[in-house]
């Protein structure tokens, strides 16, 4: 296979690399970081809480 037929078709690593621990490790990180960052998006679409005013004031109170 020549180096444009490489590029052509994506094929980068031969088969048996998937199937190695570091690759599954690697793979393994990649979903977990994937899973993290798409739950903190997810987070920031949440609107924020907003307390009642007996609350506030009830909060201030403690504070002084």
Excluded: Y
Aim: glycine letters at 4%.
């Amino acid at each position: 296979m020549t180096a444009a037929q490489v590029l052509a078709f994506g094929i980068l690593l031969p088969s048996e690399v998937m199937t190695t621990g570091w690759f599954q490790a690697l793979a393994l990180f990649v979903a977990l970081n994937t899973l993290f960052f798409a739950a903190l998006a997810l987070a920031k679409l949440v609107p924020k809480r907003r307390f009642r005013a007996a609350d506030a004031a009830r909060r201030a109170r403690g504070t002084r």
